[in-house]
């Protein structure tokens, strides 16, 4: 008898009674092929004609498909005579090939793959091993290697699977026969063909670690747990992480077979290896360097913390190298690769090469240290916590001379720990350590900024602000310059994420790009911190705990104060302790808002707008008390978060919200001098909500009537005091406040007062000022009175005004108001020839001004002190402070000429027209020259000189009436 056999194990061959028939024509091989796939079952004739002619059906495919299998006939049985073939036979629908599975190699590969795994699972090792060698043996090469149709090429690629499972097979039962000296070499050619194949790997460790190679072994784990990461973006699977944890921990369980049982494993230890050596030059962190060594120095347990990115590893690196104590060497243990906090003990006994052949790694390590001077640099801690933290506490207290300096994102909690932070990098100054950063590795990326232009750095110092200082952000934002320029890095910066997503192939995964770096934290967060860290995103600038209460509080049944503290120990948020306020970094703002949903962020942005509303509208009637302080300090700290909840508001159709937030906030717009911000706000919510309640909409006009006040802008005061007038009940002090100052805009503008209005108004204002019980009120008319009767002339009752608008402020603790009457006061003083009087009320009044902030009463203080010093003579000390409040005026944006324009020009002239010409320019300059505090100085020395003389200087006369003179006070400063 005769016999044919089929090859597909390398390229496709036919053995007839052993010897091989001449190769087939391509198209025969294909034909071939598509019926050795189903070897023994029918192939359909549609099946067949696609398999083989996938590309180009033939037109009629009956008689070619039967041309075609008649020549292969022929080939594969040539000794056949009259058409009774016996191989490929005609079987409805198509054709079959008749043979035994064992006469094709692919199908006895097969074969005995399974039966190997049946003698591997009976435990008959030599025989498995045996009969995969013998499966084995059967392949030449790739599958099919000589058909390259899409069938072909599926069904090489599962046989290619099934090949390596056998391979994978055969490794570990050599390492059960004890081979592995042996098959080190051929294990490792097996992973260079197959790296992610977890199951060769693996033995490859596994063969290492027998023949003593432990090193090599780790090794070749941590190549291919980078590799997965890479190519995958996945850990290595339990199995292997499990291995990895054996090697780590020398457990004699991966022993070979030994005859005589003991299952040791004989291994030198390693010497301790030495830091790694940096590519790249360290650059700034003098601070930081010369802190941490001290702190090394002192205690045996230091965690530098500090947020992803900030360069922990790089700073515990170099005060490693060079602010040690003498003869204390360093070894490095990284764990960000250790995923299993229980093998934390035998990374760091890898790493010391300290062998741990009972299973107990602490013990081990114990021992090992017990009498030696080591600092352990253990690395990123923050994923393995509780078990580092055990580790230090375990070793410290038992190895005298160890010292231990950790990097984490948070502290570790042993006792006696030092914590060193390690915050981002200056970027304050054009030579600031961030800047620093960025030009030296901007010229690494071969960037042209070896000399950088005034415009460079700026932009360079724009870059490195917006990145928050964070080492790792700069350094990714100057390797960008090897493909953008400046400006388009510069223009780009704010989509961080999207900017800075390629970061360098060979550092660890968790800091390749700047998103993975923050996510690694994130990552780590409890469902409670997690959630306070998204709610922590709509805060713009710093943030108090009951802020953090009102938006996150609703999501965090527990409350929110335990979840924060968690994120300030994590690094993720930063607490300011002067100011009891925390915040966080922009760069982890945007990553936390960015993980939001539309709904979501929508409800914790309301939520921090109401919370706003509420806060200043509590804190907006203190604000006229003895206990203002820390009123004002709030909303000081807060006006970043005033204007994002205003921006939120109007953008969402919150105008009431947005009219409570700004009418609330106008006092201290007024107070602070910022009064063009203040005004577009109040502008836009009054124009947005004409609908509010009369409180909140009163309110609002009053804030904006004096802003428009400081602003010079007299018919808005007027526009604004008379809708108040319109729509406010009799009881609210704000009515008061707008009758008033109704009446004095009508005497500005000279309008005629044939009814008496100004007086009706005035007195209807006092009034009501009385039926609302609000003391900050009266001490506010009662000032206004005395600006009326000096307006008047009746300077005598203008003092008399003034003493009980005093005595109301002083009693009420209303510091404005008090402040406010020295300015009047000293105003009547100049106009009765008192100068050196006015100038003592003036030195008293900048005094407690620029102490509360008030920058508005403070510049129109020192506006009224040139007329003082005019007064008394002292015309170059007169025109200085006009210098001064020239040049201030510029800086503050907020001009008290506007608002002061009769007096304050009547001063200007005099302070001017008393000084030589020649001697202008250099008194101007001088006064230029002075901050705020050096031109207050300036006004108390004057006040405590002697005066030599003082003459008057009376109020200007109306042209329309000579006898009366003109309204020229205002009415608050």
């Known amino acids: 008898m005769t016999c044919t056999t089929f090859r597909v194990l390398g390229s496709v061959e036919v053995l007839y009674d052993g010897v091989p028939l001449p190769t087939p024509p391509p198209r025969h091989r294909a034909v071939l092929a598509a019926l050795l796939v189903d070897a023994g079952r029918t192939v359909p004739l549609d099946v067949l004609v696609d398999r083989a002619w ?498 996150a509080g609703p999501d965090v049944p527990g409350g929110t104060i335990g979840p924060l503290r968690a994120l300030v120990a994590a690094s993720l948020v930063e607490l300011d302790h002067g100011r009891a306020r925390y915040r966080m970094l922009e760069t982890l703002r945007q990553y936390a808002d960015g993980d939001l949903d539309a709904g979501t962020r929508r409800r914790l942005r309301d939520r921090h707008a109401e919370f706003l509303a509420d806060l200043t509208e509590a804190i907006e009637p203190t604000l006229r008390t003895r206990d203002a302080a820390p009123g004002w300090a709030r909303l000081d700290a807060d006006q970043h978060n005033v204007r994002a909840a205003l921006e939120h508001c109007l953008d969402t159709g919150r105008t009431t919200t947005a009219l409570r937030i700004a009418g609330s906030v106008g006092w201290w717009w007024y107070r602070r001098g910022h009064v063009q911000e203040g005004r577009r706000w109040l502008a836009a919510a009054l124009d947005a909500d004409t609908g509010a309640p009369a409180a909140v909409r009163v309110r609002a006009l009053i804030g904006d009537a004096l802003l428009a006040y400081l602003a010079g802008d007299v018919p808005a005061i007027g526009a604004r005091t008379g809708e108040v007038v319109a729509i406010a009940p009799e009881d609210d002090g704000h009515l008061a406040l707008a009758l008033v100052l109704r009446g004095f805009v009508r005497a500005l503008l000279g309008e005629p007062d044939a009814a008496d209005q100004i007086a009706l108004d005035t007195a209807r204002g006092i009034a009501v000022a009385e039926r609302s019980g609000l003391g900050w009120v009266r001490a506010e008319l009662a000032m206004t009175l005395g600006q009326f009767a000096r307006a008047a002339g009746d300077r005598d009752g203008a003092l008399e005004h003034l003493a009980r608008a005093e005595q109301i402020a002083e009693d009420l603790g209303h510091s404005w108001a008090w402040s406010s009457v020295q300015w009047v006061r000293a105003k009547v003083l100049v106009d009765m020839g008192h100068g050196d009087l006015a100038l003592a009320a003036l030195s008293k009044m900048v005094e407690r001004t620029v102490r509360e902030g008030d920058t508005t009463g403070t510049l129109a203080g020192l506006l009224a002190a040139v007329g003082a010093a005019a007064a008394t003579g002292r015309a170059r000390d007169a025109v200085v402070l006009l210098g001064a409040v020239q040049s201030l005026s510029r800086r503050v944006g907020y001009d008290p000429l506007r608002m002061d324009p009769v007096d304050g020009q009547r001063y200007v002239e005099a302070a001017r027209g008393a000084l030589a010409p020649g001697e202008h320019a250099p008194a101007t300059a001088e006064g230029a020259a002075l901050d705020l505090a050096g031109a207050c100085a300036h006004v108390h020395e004057l006040a405590a000189r002697p005066v030599t003389r003082t003459s008057a200087m009376p109020a200007p006369r109306d042209p329309a009436d000579p006898v009366r003179p003109r309204s020229s006070a205002p009415v608050r400063p």
């Open 54 to 551: 996938h590309e180009r059906p033939p037109g009629a495919e009956s008689a070619t498909v039967h041309a075609t299998v008649s020549k292969l006939r022929r080939a594969l049985e040539p000794d056949v005579r009259d058409g009774a073939w016996q191989v490929l036979r005609t079987q409805a629908p198509g054709y079959r090939l008749a043979v035994d599975p064992d006469d094709v190699d692919a199908s006895r590969f097969t074969h005995l793959l399974r039966r190997a795994r049946e003698l591997d699972a009976a435990d008959r090792v030599q025989e498995a091993r045996d009969t995969v060698g013998a499966a084995l043996a059967l392949w030449r090469g790739p599958a099919y290697a000589d058909v390259s149709a899409p069938f072909a090429v599926a069904e090489a690629e599962r046989l290619a699977e099934l090949r390596l499972s056998a391979l994978e097979l055969a490794a570990g039962l050599d390492l059960r026969l004890g081979c592995h000296h042996d098959v080190v070499d051929h294990l490792r050619a097996l992973v260079r063909e197959a790296p992610l194949r977890e199951g060769l790997r693996g033995s490859l460790m596994t063969a290492l670690f027998r023949c003593g190679r432990q090193a090599e072994a780790l090794q070749v784990y941590e190549e291919g747990r980078v590799l997965l990461a890479d190519e995958l973006g996945v850990d290595p699977g339990p199995e292997l992480q499990r291995l990895h944890g054996r090697v780590l921990r020398q457990d004699p369980g991966l022993a070979a077979p030994d005859p005589a049982g003991s299952g040791a494993v004989e291994q030198p230890p390693a010497a301790p290896p030495a830091l790694p050596v940096p590519l790249t030059g360290f650059v700034g962190r003098a601070d930081e360097l010369t802190a941490l060594g001290a702190a090394v120095a002192a205690q045996r347990l230091v965690t530098l913390v500090g947020p992803g990115g900030s360069g922990k590893t790089r700073l515990a690196l170099e005060a490693a190298r060079h602010r040690l104590p003498d003869g204390l060497p360093p070894v490095l243990v990284e764990l960000a690769g250790v995923g299993d906090p229980g093998l934390v003990a035998a990374e760091v006994a890898g790493a010391l090469g300290v062998g741990v052949s009972g299973g107990d790694p602490v013990g081990a390590l114990g021992a090992a240290l017990e009498q030696r001077r080591l600092l352990l640099l253990l690395d990123n801690c923050e994923h393995v916590l509780e078990a580092a933290a055990d580790l230090c506490l375990a070793l410290l207290t038992r190895c005298p001379g160890l010292r231990v300096l950790a990097t984490s994102r948070r502290p570790l909690g042993v006792p006696g720990e030092a914590v060193v932070p390690c915050g981002p990098m200056s970027t304050d100054t054009a030579d600031g350590d961030a800047v620093r950063l960025f030009l030296d590795r901007a010229r690494l990326a071969g960037a042209p900024v070896a000399e950088p232009s005034p415009t460079e750095l700026a932009l360079v110092r724009q870059v490195c602000g917006e990145l928050d200082g964070l080492p790792l952000a700069v350094e990714l934002a100057a390797a960008c310059l090897a493909t953008l320029p400046l400006g388009e890095v510069a223009a780009r910066v704010r989509d961080r994420f999207a900017l800075l997503s390629a970061g360098s192939r060979h550092a660890p995964a968790h800091q390749r790009t700047l998103a993975a770096t923050v996510q690694w934290s994130v990552d780590l967060l409890a469902p409670a911190e997690l959630t306070v860290f998204a709610a922590c995103s709509v805060f713009a600038g710093g943030f108090a705990p009951d802020a953090v209460e009102a938006v």
